[in-house]
Structure formats: structure tokens, C-alpha cells
């Protein structure tokens, strides 16, 4: 076998790009040059695409930026000793993280054993760490806390993608488990994020939509809600994400909400009085406006050098750096030095019949080996 279809049957087959670098970068262009390449069905996490569709940043970067918006949020679940609060609080806290994304844009695939930490620049307290557990397949773990009431949310997040001509869909497997302190009080979510689907590739308009459903239950509280996620055209013709949803205890409906992302939810009491609440204002549930900060993430790099080349900003610098400036070549260029380095370290551990290290931060939960929960060590110093 050549090494080149040993390299495409490891690390899928490289698609080739014919752009120019510069500020002049059509997305369209782009996308005319490659789309004999893909076949439909095709999951985009297995091919390796030039990197004018990548993001300067790493996915474990895209993660900590959409999970801390709001995150401040959290610390609303002990304002209130009522379940339905509680839950409505927990929902408040969710509804942040579906941000805006760029059309046709990925993050980097972050390398086996990559790291991230930061902490919110406003707020020291508020603390998100990340690592690469798993290459093949890609799936981060992650942990974010609040120092403040110890509350801390775990999660691990696998993306798959499928290409479909005109279209392009993302799927977030893995969930997640909101802890309240030392309690038996866990949140639990089905999926991450709902799936996105990028249209209009080739005819239609484009637009990125977000099409399905997220759960969040409570086993000990009874509660369950449900939001449900659509792109909808507006009075002004306008693409919105639109979000409604439901909170139920049982059989029985207590609350709605609708509302769109970015902008405003309100709430609807249904089988529930109404219940005063000091982060809910009469029927209004979120007002992205005068209500969620703009994120600014402030990154920790330890001095330990062994830890600190496998942090995202340091394994990406050079490509980061590039892409911001739209020199794709350059980009292209040290992406490949990295896969091509991983690539090594992968043969090399095969040769020897060595399996892949242990993660760094991370550790899986003992007694269910299919069990997605993985759980930051107890030693790590979160100071």
C-alpha cells in the first residue's frame, strides 16, 4: 500500500482548494473548487479540509468560549429553594450558549491529549477546563465550575458531520451533568447542543440552522424541560433561531417559553402559579440585550513546558495566526506540519504495540465502561 492511501485510510482523504490568501476570501469560490470532492453523506470530521474553513482557534477553544456565556447564570439555581425555579434557573443558564457561528466555518480538529483552560476575564470564579480524550473518534471532555457556590457542570462532546450537496450537518454527541455542589441535585442533558445544519452551498439562501430538541432533567426534582430549536423567517424576512420550549413535572405542562436566541424569551404560566422569582421580571424569562455579557476568555498556561506545548493557543499559534491574517497558504502549511506529527506519533505506538496515554486531566467513570461520563481528576488544583 502507498503511503499516501495509508496516510487518506488513517486520516481520510485531503481535499484540495483553489483560493487565493487575502482579505478577498470568498466562501463560494471556496466551496466550487471542492464540491466534486465530497461525496454526499460524507462525514467532514474525516476529511481533511484546506484550512480557509477553519476557525483561528480549536474546537476545545469554540467549546469554553459558548459554554461560559451566561455561565454566571448558574449561581440564579440557589436564589430559589422551589423545583420549578430551580429548573427555570438551569434554563436561564442553557439559553447563552447557542451563539452565532460563521457560515462555513469549523474549528480545528484539536490534536490527542490537547488542553485548554481559562477562566472568564471578569470573573476568576467562573473556571472551564478541557482536554482531547479520544482522536479516532474526536471527543472532548470538559468540566466547568463555579468557585463561587461549587457548582460544576461536566460534559464530553463528539461531533459528527454529513455532507449533503446543498447542505452540511453537525451532530453533537455526548451529554452533560450539572452538579449543585455537593448535592444529589444533577441536571442531566441529553445532547450538548442541538444540531446545525449549514444550507444554501449551492442554491437557496444560505443560512445556519438549528434543527432539534435538548432535554434537561432532574431525576430528584421530577422536572424535565424541553427546548426546541428552529430557524424561522421573522415579520422583517430575517433568519432567526428561534427556541420554544416547555417545562413538565409528570403528565402536567407547568411553563412555556418562546422566544429567539440573541434576542428575547419570554414565559407562559400554565399549570404552575406564578412564582416570584428575583431573576425572572413578570413574563419576561431572558433578555440577551441587558442580561448576558459579551464573553472575553482568559486563558492559563501552566509553567510546566510539558503541559503547556500541548495547550490549544500553543499547538495552534502559528496556524491561528495566519488565518487571522488570511494567509492561507502559511496556514495550510503548519496545519500539515502538525497532522503530519501526529501521524508519526501514531505509527510509532503501533510499531510498538503501545496503546494511546492516559489522558492528562481526565479520568472515566468507573464501573460502566459504556458510560460517557468523564470526570476532571481529583488532584487537579483548579486555583
Known sequence: MSKKKEKEEEEGPEIKVAIQSGEDFSFWTAMKSIIGQISIGADITKLRLPSCFCLPESLIHTVAFKRMHGFEFVRDVTKTDDPLGRMLAVVRWYLPVITDDEFGKKPL??????????????????????????????????????????????????????????????????????????????????????????????????????????????????????????TVKDKNKEWVRAVEGKIVHGKNTLVTFKGVSGQVVTLSWKKASPISLPFVKGDLLLD????????????????????????????????????????????DAAKSVIEEEQRTLRLTREQNKEGLPAPTWFVKAEGNEQSRDWFLRPDFNMD
Not at 138 to 154: C, E, S
Not at 307 to 327: G, I, P, Y
Open 109 to 230: 480538529n484539536p490534536i490527542q491529549g490537547e488542553l485548554f483552560e481559562c477562566t472568564s476575564a471578569d470573573d476568576d470564579n467562573l473556571h472551564f477546563v478541557g482536554e482531547q480524550i479520544s482522536h479516532h473518534p474526536p471527543i472532548t471532555a470538559f468540566r466547568l465550575v463555579d468557585k463561587q457556590t461549587g457548582i460544576f457542570y461536566n460534559g464530553t462532546l463528539e461531533v459528527t458531520t454529513s455532507f449533503g450537496g446543498n447542505s452540511l450537518s453537525a451532530s453533537w454527541i455526548g451529554g452533560g451533568k450539572l452538579h449543585i455542589g455537593d448535592t444529589d441535585e444533577i441536571y442531566e442533558w441529553n445532547r450538548i447542543y442541538p444540531p446545525l445544519v449549514a444550507r444554501g452551498f449551492i442554491l437557496g439562501g444560505r443560512r445556519m440552522s438549528l434543527e432539534g430538541d435538548v432535554t434537561i432533567t432532574c431525576a430528584k426534582t421530577g422536572m424535565k424541560a424541553v427546548l426546541m430549536y428552529d
Open 288 to 331: 440577551w440585550k441587558t442580561e448576558v455579557k459579551p464573553v472575553e476568555l482568559k486563558i492559563k498556561v501552566p509553567e510546566d513546558e510539558n503541559l503547556a506545548k500541548m495547550f490549544s493557543n500553543v499547538v495552534w499559534a502559528v496556524t491561528n495566526e495566519a488565518l487571522e491574517r488570511h494567509d492561507f497558504e502559511a496556514a
